[in-house]
Nanobody, 123 residues
Framework: QAHLAESGGGLVRAGGSLRLSCAAS????????MGWFRQAPGKLREFVAV????????YYADSVKGRFTIGSDKDKNMVYLQMNSLKPEDTAVYYC????????????????WGQGTQVTVSS
């Protein structure tokens, strides 16, 4: 049974940093693109970042470009999201997701999802 588990969320002041981690287990994920999405209160879940299954490409939402960095360690079945210069509008539940050989921005194309981790940025 495939499983994704996020960690690293918390409360941080504006301008601060957090590093989210996502541990994948239950099956090999070496051929899966790994993405991060987020859902703020009262809003739809939105794309944040994705790293392609071969690690060659990364894509970011315009709202986080230059502040967030996605990375993966296939040997450890881990994906990370380094978040710097955080803003109150980054407050959301952050979800890790996996897509077979993909790097889509569209959540409907993802095969597996984690339960999410809360990130709260105070002003």
């Amino acid at each position: 049974q495939a499983h994704l588990a996020e960690s690293g969320g918390g409360l941080v002041r504006a301008g601060g940093s957090l590093r989210l981690s996502c541990a994948a287990s239950g099956r090999p994920f070496y051929d899966f693109g790994m993405g991060w999405f987020r859902q703020a209160p009262g809003k739809l879940r939105e794309f944040v970042a994705v790293v392609s299954w071969d690690g060659a490409n990364t894509y970011y939402a315009d709202s986080v470009k230059g502040r967030f960095t996605i990375g993966s360690d296939k040997d450890k079945n881990m994906v990370y999201l380094q978040m710097n210069s955080l803003k109150p509008e980054d407050t959301a539940v952050y979800y890790c997701a996996a897509q077979f050989r993909g790097n889509s921005r569209h959540q409907g194309e993802y095969d597996y999802w984690g339960q999410g981790t809360q990130v709260t940025v105070s002003s």
